[in-house]
């Protein structure tokens, strides 16, 4: 592959051409920029500050001319005025904007005129002096012809010069200003151009990369996917490009073909693997229900062991005979004892079939009436617990659904007996159902001793018991049935519970086809 046909070569040209492009534009620019600054700089601190202190010369001068004038009108009065303090006052403003004018850089022209117009002022100066003389010696007539000769014209050739400079100032700004114009323009003008031209740069950059680099790698990366899933009948395109795309067709071409090899090795290895993984995680299963297993039933059992022990040893080592009451009081307990341990292992070895094999092979659906359902299990548990106050929350409607009745009334049964075995101290348990939307929602409520924060997310776990239930009876199997229809049925429980505050557990089973 030759350098420049790399596509890193050629993206790398281009992008060092769009930066030439800004860089070259933008320097013009910033260039015309600076000098729009420079000329700015010159309206501001040149000829915006000559104009001004001209105005102020024209100002004081006119000033002083029409001081000479008041002078000599004073005097036609007779009532001279002492015009001294005024002079000085004037001449000090004169001299200040003269300073003033003359702190400001000038050309040789104007520098040629504010010199003639400082020796003009001058010869004034010495003929208003002449007029203040001659009216000062009350000799008006003589002061008057001087104040309209030679006062007059000295005066207003300083005025004329001073019109001059002005002018000459004025025209100098316009052209200041019209180069910041022309400046200010061609800066826009350049970055104006640096924009196009970087759009249109990139524009074609964008174009390359779609046409050259994108569309390419869409269609290699498409490729190495149909490869991932397992299609050997891919076709691999542009692996004559000259490239780095087509030397990555030419190594996906080459993964291919390894990949043909494989995939024939692969096949008869992937029928043991599965097996295996699948006995590896039934042996897994297995054991951490034996775990469980054995963890449930050395709680449990132990407790009725306990009692059967202790009241035997109180048999063999009671050294006075018992009386019949107490042997038969003794007996029972005995037996009682003996009673849950059977129970409970009548509930392991009826669950352990239904729950080892496929539960859907034991699942026949029918329809049926929900609501009548229910009735029946708050009805047997009345039935079977006299104490317990089970109220029912039905409504009137019947609630139609297709699923395994005995399955459902199994799990609900367990539901209303679990409420009533954790309701040591009595309490109310309610149950109650309706639809909503599509859904049948069944909640059993109890006031019992509750469950623990900790027990909640394990709740439904086969054998797994809560921490506060450990002189209860029950075998752990009871809720992890319940979970095992629901999920057969497709519906969702829930648990609200807090220890010491009582259950709710809520089932929600579709009203359609399960």
Known sequence: MRRTQSIIFRLTASFALLFGILIGFGLFGLLRLDDFNKESSAIRDRWLKSTRYIGDLNNYTSDFRAMEANFLLSAQTGAIVDQSKETRELD???ERSQHNYESVIHDPLELKLYSEFQQVWRDYRTEAER???????????????????????????????????????????????????VAIQEAWNYISAAVALSAFTVLVILLYVTRTVAVPLKKLANSMHLLAQGDMDVDVSGA???NELGEMARAVTIFRSNAIELKVSQRGLASQATMLEEKLAHERGLNQQQRNFISMASHEFRTPMTIIDGHAQRLINSHEPFSHEKAVERAQKIRIAVKRMSVMIDNILKSSKFFDEKPNLYMHKSEFDMRALLHEVCKLHREISTNAIIIEDLGYNSLRIMGDKNLLFQA????????????????TIAVSAHAEEKQIVICVKDEGIGIAEDDIPHLFERYYRGSNVASIVGTGIGLFLVKVVVDL???????LSEKGSGSLFEVRLPLGET
């Open 92 to 94: 000090l403003a004169i």
């Open 131 to 181: 007029v203040f003389n001659e009216g000062s010696t009350k000799n008006n007539a003589r002061a008057i012809a001087i104040y309209l000769n030679s006062s007059s014209r000295t005066f207003i050739a300083a005025s004329d010069l001073l019109e001059k400079l002005n002018d000459q100032n004025n025209s100098h700004a316009q052209q200041a200003s019209n180069r910041a114009t």
């Open 240 to 242: 004559d490009r000259p």
């Open 412 to 427: 609900f049964s367990n539901l209303v007996a679990n409420s009533v075995k954790y309701s040591p101290g009595g309490g």
């Open 489 to 495: 049925h497709l519906g969702s429980i829930n648990v």
